[in-house]
C-alpha cells in the first residue's frame, strides 16, 4: 500500500502534530516551569496517556515541539515570494524571532542551561535551527557568500535578529525594532552590493 | 558626623553587597527556579536572618542584585582608557552581555516574562539599564547622535550584542563571535566616520 495512510495513521498524526503546536504555545506563554506533559496534553485536548504514548517524556515533547514548528516555519517561508528589497528581507528575518516560537525556543534554552539532561539534545537542536535559518538569510538577502566577510556580515544581522526578539520578551518593541530594521536593512544593501566598498576590505584601526 | 560611617554601617554595608554578588553568581548559574533566598544566603555566608533583613522579598533581591551589579560593570568601564579603535569598543560592549551579568539578567527577563508579580519591577528594571547601556555605547564609539540614522545604528549593534550573549548561552561561541565582531566593526566604522555615505541616506530599493 506504499505511502497510502489508514484512518488510524491519520487520527495518530494529527492527534502528535496538535500535541506539538500546543507545547509551543504552551511555552511560549507559561515557560519551561508552567509547561508539563500534563499541561499540553489539556491544552490539546488529548488524554495524557494519548500524550505520553507520542512522547514518552518531557524532554522528548519540548525539542520535537521546538523542531516541528521550526520546521514548519521554515516550509512557509519557501512558499513565500522573494522580498522585494533588503528591507523586506531584514523585516521578514527579524519576524522570525519576535513570535511564539522565538518565546518557547528561548525557554527551552533558558532551561537547558541550568538542566544538564537538556542540555546535549537542546544544543544539538539549537544548531539544526541554526543552520537552517542561516541559510533561509543568505536567499532571502541573496547574499553571495563567496565574497569574503559576507559570512560574518549575515551571522552578525541574524544575531541582532535574535537580540530584538529578546528586547521584545518584555514589552512590546515593535516602533523601535522598526526603526533598527530600516537603518540596518540601508546598512546592508551597501554592504552586500556596494562593490564600490568590498566587505572583505577591513579598513586600519582608526 | 556626615558621611562618617560606624563600624556596625560598615558591616551591612558590605553584607549587602556579598548578597547582591552572590545574587547574581547564583542567579546565572541555576537560573531562577534554582535561586532562593537561602541559597543566596548560603552562598553568602550569610543567615537566612541576616539576608531577610536587607530584603524582604526574593522578588527584592533579584530585582537589587541585577542593578548593583550593572551599576558596578558601568562604574568600572567609566575608568577604562578610551578604545584605541571601532573593533576595541565593539569588542568590549559585545562583552557586556557575555558575562556572569547578562546569564542572570536573561534568566531574570524571562522568569519575568512568565510571572506577573515580576514584570513591572524588572522591565523598569530594564530600561534603566538599557538606557545606560545605549549611553556607553555611544561614548566608546564616540559616535554622533545628532546625524540622522546613528542613534538606530547604534541600537542595532547592541541588538546584535545581546544576540550575541544568547547564542553563548548553551555553548562557546567565542570564535565565530570574534570574527563576526570584526566584520561588522569594519562595517561601523565605515557608518560612524565615512561622511561620504551618510548613515541618513537610505537608497532606492534593490
Same mark, same amino acid.
Request: charged share 25%; aromatic share 4%; hydrophobic share 40%.
Given at each position: ?58 524532554? %522528548? ?10 520546521? @514548519? ?52 537542536? @539549537? ?45 512590546? +518593541? ?19 552590493? +556596494?562593490?564600490?566598498?568590498?566587505? %572583505? ?6
Amino acid at each position: 500500500m506504499g505511502a497510502v495512510t489508514t484512518p488510524k495513521q491519520d487520527r495518530s498524526r494529527l492527534t502528535r502534530a496538535r500535541l506539538l503546536e500546543s507545547a509551543v504555545t504552551c511555552l511560549a506563554e507559561r515557560g519551561w516551569s508552567g509547561s508539563t506533559v500534563s499541561v499540553v496534553a489539556e491544552h490539546a485536548g488529548v488524554s495524557r496517556g494519548a500524550a505520553q504514548h507520542h512522547f514518552p517524556t518531557r524532554e %522528548d515533547l519540548f525539542t520535537a515541539a521546538v523542531e516541528y514548528v521550526a520546521e @514548519e516555519r521554515s516550509a512557509a517561508l519557501r512558499r513565500l515570494p522573494r522580498p522585494a528589497d533588503t528591507h523586506e528581507a531584514v523585516a521578514t528575518l527579524v519576524g522570525l524571532f519576535t513570535g511564539p516560537l522565538f518565546r518557547a525556543a528561548l525557554h527551552l534554552w533558558v532551561a537547558a542551561s541550568n538542566e544538564p539532561h537538556l542540555g546535549d539534545r537542546v544544543t544539538a537542536l @539549537e544548531a539544526r535551527i541554526g543552520r537552517e535559518t542561516h541559510r533561509m538569510a543568505v536567499e532571502l538577502l541573496g547574499a553571495d557568500e563567496s565574497r569574503p566577510g559576507v559570512r560574518e556580515t549575515v551571522q552578525g544581522l541574524l544575531d541582532m535578529a535574535r537580540g530584538l526578539g529578546l528586547a521584545n520578551l518584555l514589552t512590546d +518593541d515593535a516602533a523601535r525594532r522598526e526603526r533598527v530594521v530600516t537603518q540596518w536593512a540601508a546598512i546592508l544593501r551597501s554592504q552586500l552590493t +556596494d562593490s564600490s566598498q568590498p566587505a %572583505d576590505s577591513p579598513q586600519p584601526a582608526d
